[in-house]
């Protein structure tokens, strides 16, 4: 256990240089540069400085041995090509919001698919477990886009209950909206993990024996079934996690909300390299670090299961 | 797959030598049932997946006839006829263009619809061959593979279809340099849509990979692989005759959830803009589009974006199907 933990940790260099030649290899083989401004190109001079401070003229080999030294040693990503910040301060800034609201999206998926897939399971093959499950199947098919202007037009724009863009933290009432749309898919696949898991669970054996001593239905779901269930939902939730907090690029530009996920898209189409190694590097790191902890966590849960 | 099997595998009443009259008699009472056969049959008896099929089916006829069918050209609009509600001439109304809706979502299902099927095909034959030499070569090419998988999965699909098509675009974009005219003509002859079909190969082929590589590593230490070995079967018959066939069912699933994320994934390429090019329409570019009028006209969100939902949730009721028709120990 101790020597595959240890491993395990290991992998994570290798990942992280792999995500970072990659991320390199692909601003470097991109023709024109970050200060191409189409019609009114600057002045010669004025590019060429710019260029030198940014070391655009070092050789290739030496921008990526030192850039990838200023991260591991001082962690440092560099300064914002477009936005007079450093890359640092950007993560700082906007990553916290984006981890509140997917935070709060993720409570969220996973009581409601939690309490759904029990149901579901409990209740299984009859109108209340299809229903559940065809509203799983529209969650998971409806992209985060669709979902959001729907509930922005609904509950903004005609119910008028909530702002219609915005952010305000955590017990704003502004949250709701993207919460809500953030939240639908996790719910689905989580509700369908759990049900079909549940379902498997049920037909054992020793759920049999509970049902022979006489337990109460309720008792048998919720203390016998539900524990062994939730490990495979575990594993889906966590997926989940990693990307809910990493923020997402639809619903943090459509509802306005100074989040990272923003970051995605803008930073590529405006060549702000810095900030663009530090945002994947750092979405790299929080998936490299859930797939470690649901392996960890698996082991714990189900003591069946030798991490080697 | 309700055809007849070009292939019978024999069944077991057939294969041991003589059989007895009352078995020949079962024989002929009722077809063999292959694997194949006994899946179809799931297939059909499952209502809700024969309905998504239906539907699929319907949009790949208006798909492959939309040229013909669509009543207007896609492109061309007057400002006079701008955001018409439906009407008796444009059967779905306009929009800010003054474009006929109904036109624009039959070519932009065409859209949607090549660029899915078509990147599932690269991303199966890529995806199969590099998973089948990664399981069954093992060493240090399935270590390079399976690492490169890794870190492949560790970048978010958007971010590396955002970094690619924009590096892309500027390599396209260079129409004069000789050694890319040809593919910058192909580009944008197909409105852009080279592109996308190379962002879906890309972020898609790794699933593949990784299920076929874990398919084969179970298969090919199996005693009937063992056996064919010992009788000197080479490896590439090996893998052809007696490996192939075991990878087939999970490719399939792969398969039928492998074309809806395509279909969404280009459509929220095309919804940030960097997809298709315009005019040539796609479902995601149809919603980004609708969303400033969202308040005032929110008709224009609602076709487009019931339509990417709809064929999506049929595609998900068939892959489901398909899954379980695969596995005939799974119950409902």
């Known amino acids: 256990m101790r020597t595959y933990l240890i491993r395990r940790l290991l992998t994570f260099i290798p990942s992280m240089l792999v995500v970072y030649t990659l991320v390199f290899v692909m601003i470097h083989a991109t023709p024109g540069n970050p200060w191409d401004t189409g019609d009114k190109p600057f002045p010669p001079q004025v590019l060429r400085n710019l260029e030198a401070k940014y070391h655009f003229n070092d050789p290739v080999w030496k921008q990526y041995v030192d850039y990838l030294g200023s991260i591991v040693t001082e962690f440092d990503f560099g300064p914002s090509y477009k936005r007079g910040i450093t890359a640092n301060e950007v993560i700082a800034r906007f990553l916290p919001v984006s981890i509140q609201l997917g935070l709060t999206a993720f409570v969220i998926a996973f009581i409601a698919g939690i309490i759904l897939g029990t149901v579901s399971a409990i209740a299984h093959n009859t109108w209340l477990d299809r229903l559940a499950m065809f509203g799983a199947v529209v969650g998971i098919s409806t992209p985060t886009y669709v979902v959001i202007t729907i509930l922005i037009v609904t509950l903004a724009v005609q119910l008028r209950l909530v702002p219609t863009g915005g952010w305000g933290g955590i017990l704003d009432r502004r949250i709701i909206i993207p919460a809500l749309a953030l939240a639908l898919g996790p719910t689905a696949s989580i509700a369908r993990y759990a049900r079909s898991s549940l379902l498997d669970i049920l037909r054992l054996d020793y759920i049999r024996t509970a049902r022979g001593k006489g337990l109460r239905e309720r008792v048998i779901h919720v203390r016998h079934a539900l524990p062994n269930a939730m490990i495979p939902v575990v594993t889906v939730a966590a997926v989940s996690l990693a990307d809910l907090i990493t923020g997402s690029f639809f619903v943090e530009s459509i509802y306005q909300i100074p989040g990272i996920g923003r970051y995605f898209v803008s930073t590529v189409q405006d060549k702000d390299y810095p900030v663009l190694m530090a945002v994947t590097l750092m979405y790299a790191a929080v998936i490299w670090l859930t797939n470690f902890v649901v392996d960890v966590l698996y082991a714990t849960l189900d003591p069946r299961i030798r991490l080697s | 797959m309700t055809a007849r099997d070009p292939h019978p595998v024999p069944t077991a009443g057939s294969r041991h030598g003589a059989a007895r009259p009352s078995d020949l008699a079962l024989l002929h009472a009722s077809p063999p049932r292959t694997y194949l056969r006994e899946v179809g049959d799931r297939l059909v008896r499952n209502r809700t997946a024969m309905v998504g099929l239906a539907f699929i089916l319907a949009l790949v006829i208006l798909g492959i ?26 059967w779905l109304g306009t929009d800010a263009l003054g474009r006929d809706t109904l036109s624009r979502l039959l070519w932009g299902g065409r859209v949607s619809l090549t660029v899915a099927i078509g990147a599932q095909v690269i991303v199966v034959l890529i995806g199969v061959t590099l998973g089948l030499i990664s399981g069954f070569v093992g060493g240090w090419t399935d270590y390079l593979i399976m690492r490169t998988v890794d870190a492949l999965y560790s970048l978010p699909s958007l971010l590396v279809a955002v970094v690619v098509m924009s590096f892309l675009r500027g390599v396209l974009a260079q129409a004069n340099e000789p050694s890319v005219a040809g593919l910058s003509r192909l580009n944008i002859a197909t409105g852009g849509l080279l592109g996308v079909f190379i962002v879906l190969f890309l972020t898609h082929w790794l699933t593949v990979c990784r299920l076929v590589r874990a398919q084969v590593i179970t298969v090919k230490e199996r005693e009937f692989v063992l056996g064919a070995r010992s009788l ?3 490896s590439f018959r ?19 959830f492998g074309i809806p994320g395509s279909i969404g994934l280009e459509a929220s390429l095309s919804f940030l803009g960097i997809g298709v090019t315009p005019p040539m329409p796609s479902w995601g570019m149809m919603i980004s589009e609708a969303l400033p009028a969202m308040r005032t006209y929110p008709l224009l969100l609602v076709f487009p974006g019931v339509l990417l939902s709809v064929t999506l949730l049929s595609f998900t009721y068939l892959g489901d199907a398909v899954r379980d028709a695969l596995d005939p120990l799974m119950k409902r």
């Open chain 2, 232 to 234: 000197g079967a080479g």
């Open chain 2, 65 to 90: 006839s939309t040229p013909w069918v669509a009543p207007f050209d896609y492109a061309k609009g007057s400002l006079l006829t701008a955001n018409r509600p439906p009407n008796a001439v444009n």
């Open chain 2, 238 to 256: 090996l893998v052809r005759v007696h490996i192939l066939p075991h990878v087939l069912a999970p490719v399939l699933v792969a398969l039928s």
